[in-house]
């Protein structure tokens, strides 16, 4: 089985690398972490790698400050490699790859290339995070507190606080098992989720404040010109989840988010909840996603942009309709 | 052992009165339709209470609509009471105590006065609905889809999303089993928190435009004008959540919310994180509440509240920095 194969690498090699995907979310950086501290707890020399900036909110977990951006030039007896469907999703550190005498691939996408040495790829888990609890538990690790919070972070962030359907019951089992060592699962929640900078919220509100809807309020579109950043001296990521105030209108079957890149240039957001295909609207400015995600950049002002994602999606919600 | 001794009487008996509190919540009615359910699928006759308005949101779970708010005289073998910790919670509806010949009460709360005939408190359960599940499951109940709809709805609510201290790894096993009967949890859940009325977001946008910080960003403010609710076409309700908006602040310690009432009142809320008691602010002004969340009412505008509310805060912000 390939999960106890994995156990007798991680207690025969002394010395890893564990790398994650550009764009590092909870789940990559819990998963690395989790992991990590288990090795350190058995004494293995570990060095952890992200080609890209880490967000500042994972920082209270154990290990976030020994993540690196570069390799300069270490070799590894093994490489472990979570939550990348591809090499390419390593950016700079897919040179790892060359300077590693086994690679181990740990993933859940299905689209996962199985690069590694040894692969173990499971789509059914909602979170790498997941698959690691599985690895040390069948391999006889105990849990430590520490790595527990490092887990439970990775499973809480990539199922939506246990709200995507990608959440099994496997998934509360193994949480279940998590906040038993008795981890302050709710101030890791509230960290993770309730948390907002003063900048965050005045971007918020501005944003807000330009809520339109259409098509007998089935459509709600939120705007977000370039100089808003500015004016309330925020970040471009905190303005992240703004598409989901549109798209929460009880309403609307469509949730628009145009973001204003520059004079020329949008950036748009949609989220559906019943019928209509937002991939297909994407696609046709090509853009991409899925049914119920999808964006695309359209050339233009705002009110531009605006109009042809209003004109596309008019002819889908009359079929949808239908 | 009483939850045997329940399912003896659910057995037994073939005509039930279910009633919980005033103010119904998700825990209140999901344990409530959980449990009528059930006891439908095995042809009892049960007639359900609750002395005050539903909350629409509840209206999706099976028997929303067989929630009567008066009892005109019916008698009944069996009165089960949930989640009321005394009687004087069922509002009138306490007078059914009078018109059954046993009565069960079935509560989470440690201030419970044992009023029943027989009486389950479990304080460590999360919600009703967890002992509700526990109480089918030991009976040897077959727990529908119907049914774990109603039983997800109570413990989701009542845990805050499973994120309150009060979710232990029961909770999260019995969560595993309820959605191995196929519910759509996600659709549950995104009703349930995410689905906001256009009027609802209005209203979140002209409150957020009031965002005040004072002493070092430590305190957030935001006020609501009673005239603004007619001018968004909202309802009170609507802001019940506004707080957390303040609180979630990372730099704030304490989250203030003013709510005016009329032009000579106001109503405050008050919620902190780590070293302010604000139910002594909340007590001083003849409020109360908890420590770490509490309100009471001002007389007085918008700014003459806003300045007692940071007078009393300034005191004690200087003591607990200390």
Redesign the interface.
């Known amino acids: 089985m390939i999960l106890n194969k994995i156990g007798h690498i991680l207690k025969d090699y002394d010395d890893f690398a564990i790398v994650s995907h550009v764009s590092p979310d909870g789940d990559s950086i819990g998963s690395m972490l989790g992991l990590f501290n288990t090795l350190k707890d058995f004494g293995k020399s570990v060095d952890l790698f992200v080609d890209d900036i880490l967000p500042e909110k994972y920082s209270f977990l154990t290990g976030y400050d020994n993540i690196k951006r570069y390799n300069t030039g270490s070799k590894y007896s093994c490489l472990i490699i979570l939550d990348c469907g591809d090499v390419l999703r390593l950016g700079e550190l897919k040179s790892l790859l060359n300077c590693s005498d086994i690679v181990i691939n740990i993933d859940h996408h299905i689209s996962n290339t199985l690069f590694g040495d040894v692969n173990y790829v499971d789509s059914n888990a909602s979170s790498v995070g997941e698959i690691i609890y599985q690895i040390l538990k069948i391999n006889g690790y105990n849990i430590s507190k520490t790595t527990a919070m490092c887990l439970y972070t990775s499973i809480l962030t990539d199922t939506g606080?246990?709200?995507?359907?990608n959440?099994?019951?496997?998934?509360?089992?193994i949480?279940?098992?998590l906040?038993?060592t008795g981890i302050?699962?709710?101030d890791i929640?509230?960290r993770i989720y309730?948390?907002?900078?003063?900048s965050q919220?005045?971007l918020?509100?501005k944003v807000?404040?330009t809520?339109e809807?259409y098509f007998n309020?089935t459509v709600?579109v939120l705007t977000m010109p370039y100089k808003l950043l500015e004016e309330c001296n925020a970040k471009e990521n905190d303005a992240d989840e703004f598409i989901?105030?549109a798209?929460?209108?009880?309403?609307a079957e469509v949730g628009v988010f145009i973001k204003q890149i520059n004079d020329f240039k949008c950036r748009v957001s949609l989220r559906s909840k019943n019928y209509v295909d937002v991939s297909k609207i994407a696609a046709y400015f090509n853009g991409g996603g899925h049914i119920r995600a999808a964006g695309c950049t359209i050339e233009g002002s705002i009110s531009e942009a605006k109009n042809k994602i209003l004109d596309a999606l008019k002819d889908v919600l009359e079929v949808g309709h239908k």
Not at 194 to 198: A, F, I, V, Y
Not at 247 to 251: A, E, G, L, V, W
């Open positions: 606080g246990f709200k995507y359907s959440t099994t019951s496997m998934t509360f089992n949480v279940g098992d906040i038993n302050n699962f709710s929640y509230s309730d948390s907002k900078t003063l919220t005045k918020l509100e807000l404040s809520l809807v309020d709600a989901n105030y798209r929460n209108i009880d309403t």
